[in-house]
């Protein structure tokens, strides 16, 4: 079993629909949770960070985690098509470890 | 120039070459990684460097060789590839030592191995 998975896609939707990105996984001493978007031919860039369990809103971007259930999600409210990209989820635990652990990545399309 | 930089861009190279991909950081961060990414695979961490010294290396073939000569600057020098190593190769930094962290990645160099 992977320690984390993730849908690769691809994921089209419509412009202004309201988009739902998941990742499980089986860690359970993971603590810091991160997504990240990738435009084409670009390095990932860190759009959200949360630690531990709850709710993070930052503009049309809200994180979740569930650390009962093992997953993390992203939602994109009105999403737009410049939002099309790759989004990444990563996470890792606490104790002195430089080791993230990150997502296959799910490729999203916002249809105009 | 700010954030994580890297050049080349792109590099193509065949078996037999001696390259180096270099990656700054103008964060103050202490410590930087290189990780490889290939497509339908999740990123693979290759090499940690903290305060300049290697902290893991992640059972990378020898034919790939970092170098952090400072905790700004981070190499990867190449040599005697092989097709299956053509992938995008990130750089990244963070702080180490804070509670939380993040790392910030460059915009990775795009090797081509034939």
């Known amino acids: 079993q992977k320690e984390v998975e993730q849908d690769p896609g691809p994921l089209s939707v419509p412009e202004g629909a309201i988009v739902s990105l998941n990742c499980t996984y089986s860690?359970?001493?993971?603590?810091?949770f991160m997504w990240y978007r990738q435009y084409s031919r670009k390095g990932p860039e860190l759009l959200m960070y949360?630690?531990?369990?709850g709710n993070k809103e930052d503009g049309r971007f809200t994180a979740q985690v569930d650390k009962s259930s093992k997953y993390i999600s992203l939602f994109i409210r009105d999403s737009q098509p410049s939002d099309s990209a790759t989004y990444l989820c990563?996470?890792?635990?606490?104790?002195?470890?430089?080791?993230?652990?990150f997502g296959t990545g799910t490729r999203l399309k916002v249809l105009a | 120039e700010t954030g994580v930089t890297q050049t080349p861009r792109h590099l193509v190279m065949g078996m037999t070459n001696k390259k180096s991909l270099k990656c700054e950081q103008h964060?103050?961060?202490?410590?930087m990684y290189w990780y490889k990414q290939s497509a339908k695979k999740p990123l693979e961490l290759m090499f940690v460097?903290?305060?300049?010294?290697?902290?893991e290396n992640n059972s990378v073939p020898s034919r790939f060789s970092p170098e952090c000569p400072n905790s700004s600057h981070l190499f990867l020098h190449l040599h005697t590839l092989q097709p299956e190593d053509s992938a995008l190769y990130l750089c990244?930094?963070?702080?180490?030592?804070?509670?939380?962290?993040?790392?910030?990645f460059g915009p990775g160099t795009r090797l081509t191995v034939t």
């Open positions: 860690n359970s001493a993971f603590q810091y």
């Open positions: 949360t630690y531990s369990s």
């Open positions: 990244a930094s963070s702080q180490e030592g804070q509670p939380d962290y993040e790392q910030y």
């Open positions: 990563a996470m890792r635990g606490t104790s002195g470890t430089y080791k993230y652990i």
């Open positions: 460097y903290n305060f300049k010294e290697q902290t």
């Open positions: 964060l103050g961060h202490n410590a």
